[in-house]
């Protein structure tokens, strides 16, 4: 069965400084790992996406994902966080053989300024 | 272009009431898709729907939970009977083609208050 885990509820990161919300997956086929981003009182907002091809994605508003394939992980990253990126995080992960998308339960960002 | 809109934004039902939410995917979109989102929680995928077929509905929680999608675009999520444990917030997304890559775009959703 499909299944996602964000490990941490929260991640507090200074402006300016790079920033990690770590997101791990467990599927029986490939799979195609998706991160968004929600704000409040806002809907999901599409951030990047992995199908195949480089380890390495970019995506809006700076962010990147690197794919590792041994460690079941696609973790999302910035290299130099602003306030405006405090929301709230979801990685999610389908495969090919499925219609459902699953969600990990999120991840708070927090930039303190 | 307009987004997925989703209606109404907030509602609030007496237990045992019926409730129909609509949602209005972007204009094209084949793929239609409705979430449940408890609070704290990530979305929970309740069915999905190619045109107006529905293809999966193994994540409707009962048999009190109906959708539909008669003309391939507008889509109705109705809950009868509602009970406390129906409270959430409803999402709907779509995308332009079937396909596991494919991303999904989102409508805000549509908080229910079973009271």
């Known amino acids: 069965a499909q299944s996602v885990a964000q490990p941490e509820d929260q991640v507090n990161v200074a402006e300016g400084n790079p920033l990690t919300v770590k997101c791990t997956y467990s599927?029986?086929?490939?799979?195609?790992l998706f991160w968004y981003v929600q704000y409040p009182n806002r809907g999901l907002q599409f951030l990047l996406k992995?199908?195949?091809?480089d380890n390495l994605v970019k995506g809006s508003y700076g962010f990147e994902a690197e794919f590792n394939k041994s460690q079941t992980s696609f973790h999302l990253k910035k290299p130099s966080a602003l306030v405006s990126d405090s929301a709230l995080y979801f990685c999610?992960?389908?495969?090919?053989?499925?219609?459902?998308?699953?969600w990990g339960a999120g991840t708070k960002l927090i930039i303190k300024p | 272009g307009a987004g997925v809109s989703q209606s109404p934004r907030y509602k609030v039902a007496k237990r045992g009431q019926d409730v129909a939410l609509r949602c209005d995917p972007i204009?094209?979109?084949?793929?239609l898709f409705w979430y449940q989102q408890a609070l704290g929680q990530g979305p929970e995928f309740l069915t999905y729907f190619q045109n107006e077929a529905q293809l999966d509905k193994s994540g409707l929680p009962s048999d009190r939970f109906f959708a539909e999608r008669p003309e391939g675009s507008v889509s109705t999520l109705k809950i009868q009977r509602t009970q406390q444990e129906d409270s959430a917030v409803y999402l709907c997304?779509?995308?332009?083609?079937?396909?596991?890559?494919?991303?999904?775009?989102f409508g805000p959703g549509t908080r229910l208050t079973v009271t």
């Open positions: 599927v029986s086929g490939n799979p195609y």
């Open positions: 999610a992960v389908r495969e090919d053989s499925n219609y459902q998308l699953i």
């Open positions: 997304a779509s995308s332009l083609y079937q396909g596991p890559g494919r991303e999904q775009y």
């Open positions: 992995y199908i195949t091809g």
């Open positions: 204009s094209g979109h084949v793929s």
